[in-house]
T-cell receptor, first 109, second 114 residues
Framework: GQNIDQPTEMTATEGAIVQINCTYQ??????LFWYQQHAGEAPTFLSY??LDGLEEKGRFSSFLSRSKGYSYLLLKELQMKDSASYLCAAMDSNYQLIWGAGTKLIIKP | ETGVTQTPRHLVMGMTNKKSLKCEQHLGHNAMYWYKQSAKKPLELMFVYNFKEQTENNSVPSRFSPECPNSSHLFLHLHTLQPEDSALYLC?????????????FGPGTRLTVL
């Protein structure tokens, strides 16, 4: 079956760095997405990886290892507004997104 | 503002009611999606429309009925729902046909079934 695993909840301190891990098992693979979702709001796109390696975009970076079925989202210089859920989703061979349950990130002052 | 709007934002209905959720995208996309989001669960894909044609129906009960009159509008008609159908219903759109399928989401309709 197809499956995405990510931690349910993480806590970090303002100004610190946090890494949110995601492992995936899909029928075929056409890329890995990360979305951010604030409470009561729409998920918004953060990053897309299809090749191995690290993609950096400002304070946020995303890493992919296709051989390990593994990705992580790295958030640097955490700010209070980064408190949100982070959703990992892998695209299967039919170009459909398989979603994880999301990681709720709590930022403490 | 993602370019995808949904109405209503909140809906409370009884099990015998009939209601409809509306989604509109202003992005020129040709694919639209309905998702169900329940607390602490992955997003559940319900329906997919590509170029107004339904291409996915992931074993959704018949009490949910989608309608896509054109590539900009998507409806979800609801009737005789159950309390377990209470959830956040998200609409999304994307530009189908390419390898990169970034989906843009609306803010969702928070549905409560009494």
């Amino acid at each position: 079956g197809q499956n995405i695993d990510q931690p349910t909840e993480m806590t970090a301190t303002e100004g610190a760095i946090v890494q949110i891990n995601c492992t995936y098992q899909t029928s075929g693979f056409n890329g890995l997405f990360w979305y951010q979702q604030h409470a009561g709001e729409a998920p918004t796109f953060l990053s897309y990886n299809v090749l191995d390696g690290l993609e950096e975009k400002g304070r946020f970076s995303s890493f992919l290892s296709r051989s390990k079925g593994y990705s992580y989202l790295l958030l640097k210089e955490l700010q209070m507004k980064d408190s949100a859920s982070y959703l990992c989703a892998a695209m299967d061979s039919n170009y459909q997104l398989i979603w994880g349950a999301g990681t709720k990130l709590i930022i403490k002052p | 503002e993602t370019g995808v709007t949904q109405t209503p934002r909140h809906l409370v209905m009884g099990m015998t009611n009939k209601k409809s959720l509306k989604c509109e995208q202003h992005l020129g996309h040709n694919a639209m999606y309905w998702y169900k989001q329940s607390a602490k669960k992955p997003l559940e894909l319900m329906f997919v429309y590509n170029f107004k044609e339904q291409t996915e129906n992931n074993s959704v009960p018949s009490r949910f009925s989608p309608e896509c009159p054109n590539s900009s509008h998507l409806f979800l008609h609801l009737h005789t729902l159950q309390p377990e159908d209470s959830a956040l219903y998200l609409c999304a759109s994307s530009q189908a046909g390419g390898d990169y399928n970034e989906q843009f989401f609306g803010p969702g309709t928070r549905l409560t079934v009494l």
